[in-house]
């Protein structure tokens, strides 16, 4: 099991905004900030979100993020078609003394 | 352009070592924190292990027992994995990843190289 939980699994229609949960602990989340990853099949992950709710250059507004006490969340609006992947949620954890990663969820557009 | 190219994977019998590299280019590596991120086959991301911009500060996840061993050459613009005694499980693609100009708990993980494949059987 992963130190950071995430559904495994999220869907919507092209057009609709949908949203993948991430929750963790006092020492990962309720203490740092989190970054979340985006991974096409057969691809390297790629930066979408960091520090809680920043985007890198280049990464779409429909994109954001946002972080409550010890759980954090990405939303997608306008769902399109590409965005059909993997989304990893991360953040460091004081307790470990290292990085965790959530599970994963993977984001079907039907 | 900024780049990471991992090198060094392959297949070894359980029990063998293997070194791991990774290339830099295009930006100040010796700046940065540096990582390396597991993918186990048709599952999640692990980290694995993170060393700050002159190896001062070096963790490692829990898991590896003292297995693996994470180092830079900065000089070289150049990571290393070293792992040793490798069992099944630790069959993944490898990716090195960039961290940050800051601390390594505020590592960002913007800049991945495309990972190199190592298996254990």
């Known amino acids: 099991q992963s130190v950071l939980t995430q559904p495994p699994s999220a869907s919507g229609t092209p057009g609709q905004r949908v949203t993948i949960s991430c929750s963790g602990s006092s020492s990962n989340i309720g203490s740092n900030t989190v970054n979340w990853y985006q991974q096409l099949p057969g691809t390297a992950p790629k930066l979408l979100i960091y520090n809680n709710n920043q985007r890198p250059s280049g990464v779409p507004d429909r994109f954001s993020g946002s972080k409550s006490g010890t759980s954090a969340s990405l939303a997608i609006s306008g769902l399109q078609s590409e965005d059909e992947a993997n989304y990893y949620c991360?953040?460091?954890?004081?307790?470990?003394?290292?990085?965790?990663f959530g599970g994963g969820t993977k984001l079907t557009v039907l | 352009e900024v780049q990471l190219v991992e090198s060094g994977g392959g297949l070894v019998k359980p029990g063998e070592s293997l070194r791991l590299s990774c290339a830099a280019s295009g930006f100040m590596f010796s700046s940065y924190s540096m990582n390396w991120v597991r993918q186990a086959p048709g599952k999640g991301l692990q980290w694995v292990s993170s060393i700050s911009t002159v190896g001062r500060h070096i963790y490692y996840a829990a898991s590896l027992k003292g297995r693996f061993t994470i180092s830079r050459d900065n000089a070289k613009e150049s990571l290393y994995l070293q792992m040793d005694s490798l069992r099944a499980e630790d069959t993944a693609v490898y990716y090195c990843?960039?961290?940050?100009?800051?601390?390594?708990?505020?590592?960002?993980?913007?800049?991945w190289g495309r990972g190199t494949m190592v298996t254990v059987s």
């Open positions: 991360a953040a460091w954890d004081d307790s470990l003394n290292g990085w965790v």
């Open positions: 990843a960039r961290g940050s100009q800051v601390a390594q708990r505020t590592d960002l993980f913007d800049i």
